[in-house]
C-alpha cells in the first residue's frame, strides 16, 4: 500500500533527529543543514502527498500493520495534507533565516529541536489516534520550550518557564480527557471516537470536550489559555517566532478544527450541543475575546515581537470564530485565513529579525527611517502587515471577505460578533499602519550589519506568495474547498479509516 | 497586607479548585442509562479494544463496523474462550507474554517511538540549557560510597540489562531497565571523584540505540509495508527468544534510555566542561 | 474596454515606478498624458449604457468572487468629470513636483489611486466597488503622509474613520447577502429587492441603510465624522489637497447617489406604508438634517480656523453638507441640484487649493495671518482665489449659484422651511471665511519678506486658468453640464428638471443665467463710467496708510504687524464660547482613542503576571468558560 | 433700448437714495433739535468727492468698490419697481437678490481691505458678521412669504398682495414684518446697528482709506442700497405699488422710520448686535414661519 | 473492599491539590513540585481506568493465563508513556529553574524583573 509510507513524513525526521548528535560530531554547523535538508524532504514529500490525495480521495496510513481501531494510523487527506504542507514550508521558509544566523554553540541541540518541533506538527495533522496525538503534542511543546529559550536571555526563559507551566497544566487536562474517553468509550481511535461520541452521555461528554479544549488551546494561543504568548514571543528570536505563529499555533487550531468538527461535532454544519453547552458559542465567545484582548493589548504595545505576538494571538481567536460558526463557508473562510495568517505573520516575524539587528532594537519607535536604508525590507514588511489586515489584492482580503460574509450570514447575535471583530480588526490595521509609516519617514539610520541573501530570498519567497494568493486565489481555493468538504463529512473520514459501513 | 493579598489570592484559588472538583466528581458520578459514562469497578473488556490485544486476535476482529456501537467484540462467548497459554502458543499476533509490553511496543509501538522522543528531546533541552554549567566537583566521598560504588556498578548495569532484555516476559522494560542503569551512572558520579563526564560516548550509544528503533520501523515499512511491522517471527510466548522486533526494541529502548538518562544526570553535575 | 483602461493604468503605475527615482518630469508627464489618454477613452465609452465586464477571481463555498465592471449614467459622468479635474491636477504638480522634494513611489500611488477611482466608479456589484473604495483609501492614505509626523496623525483620523466606514460597509454588502430575499451583490438589483423587502422587513433594510450611510458619510465627512477633512487635507501635499477635496470627498456622494437615493426613491414607490415626513421617508428626513448639521458647523469651523487649507477643507465639508441634504430631499431638482453642487464643488474647490498650492509653492506658508498683500504678486492665482471663493459663496455670475439656486429651488419647494435655513445661514456664514482667506492671503499689508515672490511658473497657471474657464463657462451655461446628469437623474426614476444651455426651469421660479451674467457685466461697465468721471487715480504705497496723524513707520509699525488678520473672526468666536467645547467633536474621538489605548494597556498587563497568575487566568478562565457554557 | 432702461433704473435709484439720504440727515437733525443741512446736501457731497483727488494703493482696491457699485446697480434691476421689471422671467427672483446682493458687500470689502488698513479691514470683518445676524431672520421671514406664494418671485408676491391694505402682508403677517423691520435698521447699519462705520472706535471703518471718486462711488453704492433694501421690503411686505411714486413714498415711510430708531438709539457693543438680531428678530420670524406652517 | 470509586476520588483530589498549588505558589521549585504531582494525580487515574476487581497483572506466566483476569494493559502502557513524558519535561522545568536561578537570583517569580525591555 503507498499510502503507507506516509509515516516516513515522521520516521525520516525522527531517524534523522536520532542521527544528528553524530553529525555534531562532526560538525555543529553540518546539523543545520540536515535539518533544512529533512525538512524539505518532508516538503517535497508531502507535497506529493497532497496531490495524490487531492486526486483519489482520503487515505490512512497502517502503522505496524494493525488495523484500526487497533493500531494506530495516519490519515492522509486533503484537509490535514494542506495543513501539513504549510507548516513544513514554513519551517523551510523560516530555517533558511536559521541557517545563516550567527553559529552558538547549542546549535546542534537547536537544530535537533527545531526538526522535531516540525515533525510534530506535522504528526499530529496526520494523526489518526488521540493518545498518539497527545504525545506528539508533547514533543511539540517541549522543543517550543526548547525554541523560547534559545535567545538566552532572562526574559527567554521567564517565557519558556511560563510556557511549559501552561503546557504542562493543558497536557494534564488532556490526558485526563483522554483517560474519560478511553474509560466510556473504550478506544482510543480518533474515528471509532467519532463513530461512537454521540452515544457518550451527554453531561460527561461535555466534560471531556471541556478538558480537551483547554489542553489544544494552550498551542492554539486562545485566551484564557495563551498567558504565554507575549512573553515567549518577546524572549524568542524574531524569525523562530514565525515558527511560534505559523506552526505551534497553526496546529493549534488545526486540532481544533478536527475535534470539533469532525470527531466531537456532528460534521455537517455544526458542532453539537453537548449536554446543554453549546460549544459552538463558547468558542465563538473564546474568539472573541481573544481577538479583542489580542488587538487591544497590540495597540499599546510598543515592541515589534509583543505586536506580533498579540497581532497572532487576535487572528487565531477570529479562525477560532469561524470554528464556532461552522457553517461550509465559515470552514471555508477559517481554512483561508488560517494558511494566510500563517505566510503572512511568517513574512512579518521573519523581516522583523534583519531590521532589529540593523535598527539594534525591537521598539518600533526606534524603527522610524528604516525604509531609506533599506527599502526591501521595509517593503516586505508592508506587504505582509498588508495581508494581514487585508488589503485588496493581498491574501488576507479574500478570507476576511469570507469570514465576514460566513459570520454574517449566521444571523442572530452574529452581528455582535463581527462588530466586535472588524473593531478589532480597524485596531489591528491602525497598529500596523502605524509601524508602516514608521518605516518610511525621513530619519537616517547608522548601521554596519549586512543582510544575508537567504533572508532576502526568504521574504522574497513569501511575498512573492502573499501576493500571488492576493491576485489569484483560485488555486489555494481547490485545496481549500475540498478541504473543507474532508473536514465536515463525518461519515467519510469513520469509514475511510474503519471500513465500510455495511 | 502582602499576607492578605497572599490569603485572598488562596481563597480564591481554593474557590476554584472547589468549583473544578464538583465539575469532575460530577462526571465520574455521572448515573447509568443516560448514555455511556466513566466504567467504574469491573469493566467490560469487551467494550474496548484492549480485548483483542489480550486476546492477541486483533487480526481476526471482525469488522469493526460491522458491529453494534458499543461493543468492539460482537460474541461476548469468544472471550471466554481464549487459548492463549504461556509457554506454548506459537506465533501469537504479538509473542510477548507481558500484555503491557505488547501494546507499548507492538501494537501501539508509534506512540513509544514519540515517548522515546519525547525523552531524547527534553534531554536535549536540559543539555542546552545547561551547557554553560561548570562542573562541580563535590565533597570527596566516603570510602564507603566509593568502594560501594565501584563494587555495585557492574551488579547494577546488569540488573538493567536483566529487566529490558526479559522485559517482553516479565515486569519492567526498557524505561525501568534504563534508569536503573543510569542510577548506576549517578552512583558512579556519586562515588568517584574524578568522574569524566562520557557525553561524547552517550551520545554515540544513544544515537545508535535510537536509530535502531526507527531502522527496525522502516525495516518494517520496506519489507511488510507498514511502518513498525513485527516482520520476524514471534515465536513461541513465554521464551526469551520470542516475539520478534518486540525484544530488539525494547532492548534498543533499554540502552537509548540508559544512555539518555545518563547524559542527563551528567549534563547536571557540569555538562559545559568535559 | 473598461478592464482594459484599468489594466492600462495599473501598467502605466508600473512604468511610472520602474522609471525609476531620477526622471521626475518623464514620469509626471507621462502620467499627466496618459491620463489625458484615459479621458478621450471614457469619452468614447459615452452611450454605451449597461455594457458589463466580469472577470471571475475565484469561488469557494457557495460564494463566487468576480469582478464586475459596467457603464452606468451615473458612474459614467462621475468618471468623466473626475478625469477632467484629475488631469487639471496633474499639471500643476507636474511642476510642483519637478520643483519641490518628490517622495518615493508618490507618482506610482497616484496613478493607482485614478484607476482605483475610475473603478469605483465603473463597478456594478458591491464586491468589486468594496475593493476599488479600499484600494483608493489605502494609496489615498500613503498619498497624505509623504513621511512627516504630523501628516501621519492627519491622515489617521482620515484613515481610520474611512476604514470605520468601510467596514460598515463590508458587513452591509455581507448583510444584503446573507438576506434569503436579496442574496445578490449585483448593486442594481439589490435596490429594487431592498425595496420590496422593505414591506415585510423594515428593521432590516433600515439597519442596512445605516451600514451603508455610516460608510459614505464617513467617507464624505459628513457629520458626526466631519473632522478628517481638516486634519487630512490640510496635511497632504500641496498637489493632493485638490484631489482629496475635489474628487475624493465626493465618493462618499456617489455612494449615496448610487445606492442610498435610488433605494429611497423606491421605497416610495413600492411601499406605502413608510413613515413620511414632508413626502419624503423620515430616514432620508433625518440624514438630510445630517447634511444641514454638517454644512453649519463646518462652515463655524472653517470661520474660526487660522490655516489656510484648514479653512478650505472645513468649506468643503460645508458643501458635502448643502449637497447630502439637497440629495436627501429626493425630489428631482434636489438630486439634480445636489450632483451639479458636487461637479461645481470639485471644480471650484480644486481651483482654490491649486491657488493655495500655487501660494505655499511660493511661500512655503501656511498660516493665513503671515501672508498678505500677495494679489499684486501674484494676480493669476489671485484671480483664480477670487473667482474660486465668488464661487463657493454662490454669487451669480459663477457656477456656484447655479447649484445653489436649484438647491434653494428644491428646499423651498418641497417645503423645508429649517432646512433652508440651516443651508442658508452655512451659505451667508461662507462668506465670512471666505473673504477672511481671501483677506489675510491676498490683501492687506505685503509682509516684507515677500517683497520678491513671483508669479508661479507658466505650466502650473495653466490648471488655474483652465479652472477659471470651467467656472465661468458652467457658471453661463450650466445646461452643458445639467443635461448628462439628467440623463443619470431619470436612470434613478426620477422626471429630471427641464433644462436648456442657459435657462433652468424651477418649480418656484425659472433663471437664465446668460441674462444674469450679463447683467453683472452691464452693471460694472454702468459704475465704471462713473469711475472715469473726474481726476485720475493717485497710487500711495500701502503703509501710507490714515493712521490719525502718525506714521506707521514711526509708531514702530512693520507691514507684518499692520496686517490685520489674526484672530479676525475673534468676536464670532466669542459669541459661540459657550458651546464651543461641545462642538468640538474631536474631543470625543480622541477620548475614544485614549480609552482604547489605555484599555489595551490594560488587557496587556493581564499577561504580564506571574507564573502562578497565568495559571490563574488559565483556570479561572476555564472555570468561567464552563460555567458559562452550562449556563448558556 | 436696454441700454438706455438700465441706465434710467440706475439713475432713479442713485437719485431716490441720495435725496433719501438727504433728507434723513435733516430728519435726523430736527430730532435732536439741529438744523441740519439741506435736502440736497448729499448730492453736493457726491458731486465734491468726484471733483477732488483720490488716492489709491492699487488696482485691486479701485477694482473692488467698482465691483461693489456694480453688484447693488445690478440687483436693482431684478427688483420690481412699482409697475417697473426689468425682467420678466426673474422678475424679483429673490434668491438671485439675496445672493447677487453680495456682491455688492463683497467687492467693496475687497476694495477696502485691499487697503491694507486695519481700521477699515476690523468694519469687513464687523460688516460680515452682522450680515450673518441680519439675514437670517431676514431669511426666516422670507422663506415664510414664499411658502404662502408659491413662488419665490418678488412680482408674484406682489400681485397676491394687491387688492386693498388688507391683503398686505404687512397685516397678515405682522410679526415677520417686525422681524424684517429689525433686520432692516441692520441692513442700513443704521444704529443700534452701525457698528460697522463706529467713527468713534474705528475711524469710520471700511471708509476710512478712501477719498476722492472712491469715496463718492462708496457713496453712491450706499445710496443705492438704502433704494434697494427698503425697496425690498416694500416689496415683500407692503404691496409693492402701483406707480412709482406711491413705491418711493412707502420707500421713504420705511427709511424714516429706521431714522427715527437711529437718532433715538445708542450702538450695540458687536458681539450684543450679532446675540440681539439672532434672538428677538429670529424668534419673531420663526413664530411667523410656525403660524404659516402651521395654518 | 477498596472500591475503583476510592481511586478516583484520590486521583481527583490529588489533582485538585496539585492544582492549588500551581495557582498559589510563587516559587518556581515548587510549581514544579506541584505539577509533579498533577501529573501522578492523571497517572493514577489513568491506571484506575483499566482496574478490575480481583484481577491480576496482565502478564501471561506459566501460573496465570486467565485472560478474564487480567487488568486492562492499555491504560498501564498509557500510563507508561505519560510518565517518561512526565520525566521529560519535569527535568526541563528544573533546568529552566536552574537559568532563571542564574539569571535573578531568586527562585520568587513576583521578584524576577529587569531585562524585559531592550
Given at each position: ?110 537544530s535537533i529541536a527545531t526538526l522535531l518541533m516540525v515533525m510534530a506538527s506535522g504528526a499530529i495533522t496526520l494523526t489518526g489516534d488521540i493518545f498518539n496525538m497527545f504525545v506528539f503534542v508533547e514533543i511539540l511543546s517541549i522543543s517550543t520550550v526548547i525554541l523560547i529559550s534559545f535567545n538566552n536571555k532572562g526574559i527567554s526563559f521567564k517565557g519558556a518557564f511560563r510556557y511549559i507551566v501552561l503546557a504542562s ?334 | ?274 | ?186 448593486i442594481a438589483s439589490s435596490i429594487a429587492l431592498l425595496a420590496k423587502l422593505s414591506i415585510t422587513a423594515p428593521g432590516t433594510v433600515g439597519i442596512i441603510i445605516a451600514l451603508f450611510v455610516l460608510s459614505f458619510f464617513a467617507k464624505s465627512a459628513v457629520f458626526p465624522f466631519h473632522p478628517w477633512p481638516a486634519e487630512a487635507h490640510a496635511e497632504a501635499p500641496d498637489d493632493f489637497s485638490p484631489y482629496l ?214 505650466l502650473m497657471q495653466i490648471p488655474m486658468i483652465l479652472g477659471i474657464l470651467s467656472m465661468l463657462g458652467i457658471g453661463y451655461a450650466p445646461g452643458i453640464v445639467l443635461k448628462p446628469i439628467g440623463l443619470a437623474v431619470k436612470a434613478m426614476g426620477l422626471t429630471p428638471m427641464t433644462v436648456e444651455n442657459t435657462l433652468m426651469v424651477g418649480k418656484l421660479s425659472s433663471i437664465n443665467t446668460a441674462v444674469v ?116 | ?295 | ?118
Open positions: 500500500m503507498k499510502s503507507n509510507y506516509a509515516v516516513l513524513l515522521i520516521a525520516i525526521p525522527l531517524l534523522v533527529a536520532f542521527l544528528q548528535p553524530l553529525f555534531s560530531l562532526i560538525n555543529k554547523r553540518l546539523t543545520k543543514w540536515v535539518t533544512f535538508l529533512t525538512i524539505g524532504f518532508n516538503f517535497i514529500y508531502s507535497l506529493k502527498l497532497l496531490n495524490y490525495v487531492m486526486a483519489n480521495g482520503a487515505q490512512i496510513a497502517i502503522i505496524g500493520n494493525w488495523k484500526p481501531p487497533f493500531g494506530i494510523n495516519l490519515y492522509l487527506s486533503p484537509f490535514s495534507m494542506l495543513f501539513a504542507t504549510i507548516i513544513y514550508f514554513v519551517a523551510l521558509i523560516v530555517l533558511l533565516v536559521y541557517l545563516i544566523d550567527k553559529p552558538t554553540e547549542v546549535d546542534d541541540r537547536m497544566l493543558g497536557s494534564s487536562m488532556l490526558l485526563l480527557a483522554i483517560g474519560f474517553i478511553y474509560g466510556s468509550l473504550g478506544t482510543l481511535n480518533l474515528a471509532s471516537i467519532a463513530y461512537r461520541f454521540n452515544l457518550l452521555n451527554p453531561v460527561y461528554a461535555s466534560v471531556i470536550v471541556f478538558l480537551f479544549m483547554a489542553g489544544i488551546m494552550v498551542e492554539a494561543e486562545l485566551f484564557p489559555f495563551n498567558a504565554w504568548v507575549p512573553e515567549a514571543y518577546k524572549g524568542s528570536k524574531s524569525y523562530l517566532n514565525a515558527l511560534l505563529s505559523g506552526v505551534v499555533g497553526t496546529t493549534g487550531i488545526y486540532v481544533l478544527f478536527r475535534m470539533f468538527i469532525t470527531i466531537f461535532g456532528s460534521g455537517q454544519n455544526h458542532i453539537q450541543v453537548i449536554g446543554s453547552v453549546n460549544f459552538n458559542a463558547v468558542i465563538i465567545v473564546i474568539g472573541v475575546l481573544t481577538t479583542l484582548i489580542g488587538e487591544f493589548s497590540a495597540l499599546s504595545q510598543k515592541d515589534i515581537k509583543k505586536i506580533l505576538a498579540f497581532s497572532s494571538m487576535a487572528q487565531m481567536g477570529i479562525i477560532a470564530v469561524t470554528i464556532g460558526v461552522a457553517n461550509m463557508n465559515s470552514i471555508n473562510a477559517g481554512i483561508f485565513h488560517l494558511i494566510n495568517h500563517a505566510f503572512s505573520k511568517s513574512l512579518l516575524f521573519i523581516v522583523a529579525f534583519p531590521i532589529i539587528n540593523i535598527v539594534g532594537s525591537a521598539n518600533i519607535d526606534k524603527w522610524e527611517g528604516l525604509g531609506r536604508k533599506n527599502i526591501f525590507l521595509a517593503i516586505a514588511f508592508a506587504i505582509g502587515s498588508f495581508g494581514l489586515i487585508g488589503i485588496p489584492f493581498f491574501n488576507g482580503f479574500w478570507s476576511k471577505m469570507m469570514i465576514v460574509e460566513s459570520v454574517v450570514s449566521a444571523g442572530g447575535w452574529m452581528y455582535l460578533v463581527i462588530g466586535t471583530i472588524l473593531l478589532s480588526a480597524l485596531v489591528e490595521t491602525f497598529y500596523f499602519f502605524r509601524i508602516i509609516f514608521k518605516l518610511f519617514v525621513d530619519k537616517k539610520i547608522e548601521s554596519t550589519y549586512s543582510v544575508h541573501i537567504f533572508i532576502y530570498l526568504a521574504i522574497l519567497i513569501l511575498s512573492i506568495i502573499v501576493i500571488y494568493i492576493g491576485i489569484k486565489p483560485s488555486f489555494l481555493a481547490t485545496y481549500i474547498h475540498k478541504a473543507a468538504i474532508d473536514l465536515v463529512d463525518k461519515s467519510h473520514y469513520i469509514s475511510t479509516v474503519l471500513g465500510v459501513i455495511k | 497586607m502582602k499576607n492578605t493579598q497572599g490569603m485572598v489570592n488562596a481563597f480564591f484559588a481554593f474557590l476554584l479548585v472547589v468549583i473544578l472538583g464538583i465539575f469532575f466528581f460530577n462526571a465520574i458520578n455521572q448515573p447509568l442509562g443516560n448514555g455511556l459514562v466513566l466504567n467504574k469497578d469491573n469493566p467490560d473488556l469487551s467494550k474496548r479494544v484492549s480485548i483483542h490485544y489480550i486476546l492477541k486476535n486483533v487480526h481476526n476482529a471482525e469488522d469493526y463496523l460491522a458491529q453494534h456501537k458499543s461493543s468492539y467484540f460482537r460474541n461476548r462467548d469468544k472471550v471466554k474462550s481464549s487459548n492463549l497459554e504461556f509457554g506454548k502458543t506459537k506465533n501469537a499476533e504479538s509473542g510477548s507474554a507481558n500484555e503491557v509490553t505488547s501494546i507499548v511496543v507492538n501494537y501501539r509501538g508509534f506512540d513509544t517511538l514519540g515517548e522515546v522522543t519525547v525523552l531524547f528531546i527534553s534531554i536535549l533541552g536540559l543539555g542546552m540549557l545547561l551547557h554553560e554549567n561548570k562542573k562541580k566537583y563535590w565533597a570527596k566521598p566516603s570510602l564507603i560510597v566509593r568502594t560501594g560504588a565501584n563494587f555495585l556498578f557492574p551488579f547494577i548495569v546488569l540488573f538493567g540489562v536483566y529487566v529490558f532484555v526479559h522485559g517482553h516476559l516479565t515486569p519492567g522494560g526498557g524505561f525501568p531497565g534504563g534508569t536503573i542503569i543510569a542510577s548506576a551512572a549517578l552512583l558512579l558520579i556519586l562515588g568517584l571523584k574524578d568522574f569524566k563526564n562520557k557525553l561524547t560516548m552517550t551520545k554515540i550509544i544513544e544515537s545508535l540505540a535510537g536509530l535502531t528503533f526507527a531502522g527496525l520501523g522502516l525495516v518494517g515499512l520496506f519489507t511488510n509495508g507498514s511502518f513498525l511491522t513485527n516482520f520476524l517471527p514471534s515465536g513461541t510466548m513465554g521464551l526469551l527468544v520470542s516475539s520478534g522486533i518486540t525484544a530488539l526494541i525494547y532492548i534498543a529502548v533499554g540502552i537509548k534510555v540508559a544512555a539518555e538518562l545518563s547524559s542527563g544526570i551528567m549534563e547536571m553535575n557540569g555538562g559545559g566542561e568535559e | 474596454m473598461i478592464s482594459n483602461i484599468l489594466l492600462y493604468t495599473m501598467i502605466a503605475a508600473v512604468i511610472s515606478f520602474a522609471l525609476g527615482q531620477k526622471l521626475k518630469a518623464v514620469r509626471w508627464s507621462f502620467s499627466a498624458l496618459f491620463l489625458g489618454y484615459v479621458g478621450f477613452q471614457l469619452y468614447g465609452l459615452y452611450g454605451q449604457w449597461g455594457m458589463v465586464e466580469t472577470h471571475n477571481i475565484f469561488s469557494l463555498g457557495s460564494i463566487n468572487f468576480s469582478l464586475n465592471f459596467g457603464i452606468t449614467k451615473l458612474g459614467w459622468f462621475f468618471a468623466f468629470f473626475t478625469t477632467i479635474i484629475n488631469i487639471m491636477i496633474w499639471i500643476f504638480s507636474i511642476v510642483k513636483n519637478m520643483n519641490e522634494k518628490e517622495e518615493r513611489g508618490i507618482n506610482f500611488l497616484w496613478i493607482l489611486l485614478a484607476g482605483s477611482n475610475l473603478a469605483i466608479f465603473f463597478s456594478v456589484d458591491w464586491i468589486t466597488f468594496f475593493i476599488a473604495w479600499e484600494i483608493m483609501t489605502w494609496t489615498s492614505f500613503f498619498i497624505i503622509t509623504p513621511g512627516w509626523k504630523n501628516s501621519f496623525k492627519a491622515a489617521n483620523w482620515y484613515f481610520i474613520l474611512s476604514m470605520f466606514g468601510a467596514y460598515a460597509m463590508l458587513v452591509g454588502i455581507w448583510w444584503l447577502y446573507a438576506t434569503p430575499a436579496i442574496h445578490t451583490l449585483n477635496s475635489g474628487i475624493m470627498i465626493k465618493y462618499g456622494l456617489y455612494g449615496i447617489l448610487l445606492f442610498i437615493v435610488p433605494l429611497f426613491i423606491q421605497i416610495m414607490k413600492v411601499n406605502p406604508n413608510i413613515a413620511m415626513v414632508n413626502g419624503i421617508p423620515v430616514y432620508s428626513y433625518i440624514l438630510a438634517w445630517f447634511g444641514a448639521i454638517t454644512a453649519v458647523l463646518g462652515t463655524y469651523l472653517a470661520i474660526v480656523s487660522n490655516d489656510m487649507k484648514k479653512l478650505a477643507a472645513y468649506s468643503t465639508v460645508s458643501n458635502i453638507g448643502y449637497a447630502v441634504t439637497s440629495m436627501f430631499i429626493l425630489s428631482s431638482a434636489g438630486v439634480t441640484g445636489g450632483l451639479f453642487h458636487v461637479v461645481n464643488h470639485a471644480v471650484f474647490k480644486s481651483a482654490i487649493f491649486l491657488s493655495l498650492g500655487a501660494v505655499k509653492f511660493r511661500t512655503h506658508e501656511r498660516e493665513m495671518h503671515k501672508l498678505g498683500g500677495l494679489a499684486t504678486k501674484m494676480p493669476i492665482t489671485f484671480l483664480t482665489f477670487l473667482l474660486g471663493i465668488i464661487a463657493a459663496a454662490g454669487i451669480p455670475p459663477l457656477n456656484g449659484y447655479a447649484s445653489k439656486w436649484i438647491i434653494y429651488q428644491a428646499l423651498l419647494s418641497g417645503h423645508f422651511p429649517f432646512l433652508t435655513t440651516m443651508i442658508f445661514l452655512a451659505s451667508t456664514g461662507a462668506f465670512l471665511y471666505l473673504f477672511r482667506a481671501l483677506h489675510s492671503i491676498f490683501l492687506g499689508q505685503l509682509p516684507r519678506k515677500f517683497n520678491n515672490v513671483k508669479e508661479v511658473p507658466f451674467s450679463s447683467t453683472f457685466i452691464g452693471a460694472f461697465f454702468f459704475a465704471f463710467a462713473f469711475y472715469l468721471i473726474g481726476k485720475k487715480r493717485h497710487h500711495v504705497e500701502p503703509l501710507d496708510n490714515y493712521t490719525a496723524g502718525q506714521d506707521p513707520e514711526e509708531f514702530g509699525l512693520t507691514p507684518e504687524l499692520y496686517h490685520f488678520a489674526l484672530k479676525f473672526y475673534e468676536p464670532v468666536k466669542n459669541i459661540f464660547r459657550p458651546i464651543e467645547e461641545k462642538l468640538n467633536i474631536k474631543n470625543y474621538y480622541r477620548a475614544l482613542v485614549r480609552n482604547a489605548n489605555s484599555f489595551g494597556a490594560t488587557l496587556s498587563e493581564m499577561f504580564k503576571l506571574s507564573g502562578a497568575g497565568s495559571s490563574m487566568i488559565f483556570v479561572l478562565g476555564l472555570v468561567v468558560i464552563i460555567l458559562a457554557g452550562w449556563m448558556l | 433700448m436696454i441700454v438706455l432702461k438700465f441706465i434710467g433704473y440706475g439713475f432713479t435709484a442713485i437719485i431716490i437714495g441720495l435725496l433719501f439720504m438727504g433728507i434723513g440727515r435733516k430728519y435726523t437733525a430736527r430730532i435732536q433739535r439741529r438744523y441740519g443741512p439741506p435736502f440736497w446736501q448729499a448730492f453736493i457731497d457726491v458731486t465734491k468727492l468726484f471733483s477732488k483727488q483720490s488716492l489709491s494703493h492699487n488696482w485691486i482696491m479701485d477694482f473692488g468698490i467698482l465691483m461693489g457699485f456694480a453688484g447693488i446697480v445690478g440687483t436693482i434691476l431684478f427688483m420690481p419697481i412699482g409697475p417697473w421689471h426689468f425682467f420678466s422671467l426673474m422678475n424679483g427672483n429673490i434668491v438671485i437678490i439675496m445672493y447677487f446682493m453680495t456682491i455688492g458687500s463683497l467687492g467693496m470689502a475687497m476694495g477696502v481691505s485691499a487697503s491694507g488698513n486695519p481700521n477699515s479691514t476690523i468694519g469687513i470683518s464687523r460688516a460680515l458678521t452682522l450680515m450673518v445676524g441680519y439675514e437670517i431672520p431676514f431669511v426666516i421671514a422670507v422663506i415664510g412669504l414664499i411658502f404662502v406664494s408659491k413662488s419665490s418671485l418678488l412680482g408674484t408676491m406682489v400681485s397676491l398682495q394687491s387688492g386693498g391694505i388688507m391683503n398686505w402682508n404687512i397685516i397678515k403677517y405682522p410679526f415677520g414684518f417686525i422681524a424684517v423691520e429689525m433686520a432692516l435698521q441692520a441692513m442700513l447699519g443704521e444704529k443700534p446697528f452701525d457698528v460697522i462705520t463706529a467713527p468713534s472706535e474705528i475711524a469710520s471703518g471700511p471708509m476710512v482709506e478712501l477719498s476722492g471718486k472712491m469715496m463718492g462711488l462708496a457713496f453712491l453704492q450706499h445710496a443705492a442700497q438704502i433704494f434697494l433694501e427698503t425697496g425690498i421690503v416694500v416689496n415683500l411686505f407692503l404691496g409693492g405699488a402701483n406707480n412709482i411714486w406711491e413705491f418711493f413714498l412707502k420707500q421713504f415711510v420705511l427709511f424714516i422710520l429706521s431714522l427715527t430708531v437711529n437718532a433715538i438709539s445708542p450702538r450695540f457693543k458687536f458681539e450684543d448686535a450679532v446675540k440681539w438680531l439672532w434672538t428677538w428678530p429670529t424668534v419673531f420670524a420663526l413664530i411667523q414661519l410656525l403660524i404659516i406652517i402651521l395654518t | 473492599m477498596i472500591q475503583s470509586t476510592f481511586f478516583y476520588t484520590t486521583a481527583i483530589i490529588l489533582f485538585l491539590i496539585g492544582l492549588y498549588g500551581v495557582l498559589t505558589k510563587r516559587n518556581v521549585i515548587k510549581t514544579i513540585i506541584t505539577l509533579t504531582i498533577m501529573e501522578t494525580a492523571v497517572n493514577l487515574f489513568l491506571v484506575t481506568i483499566g482496574y478490575v476487581k480481583n484481577g491480576t497483572a496482565p502478564i501471561f506466566t506459566s501460573t496465570i493465563s486467565d485472560v478474564h483476569k487480567f487488568v486492562d494493559p492499555l491504560p498501564q502502557a498509557l500510563v507508561l508513556t505519560s510518565i517518561v513524558i512526565g520525566l521529560g519535561t519535569t527535568a526541563l522545568m528544573l533546568s529552566l529553574a536552574i537559568r532563571l536561578y542564574k539569571k535573578y537570583k531568586t527562585l520568587n517569580y513576583l521578584e524576577m524583573d529587569g531585562e524585559d525591555e531592550k
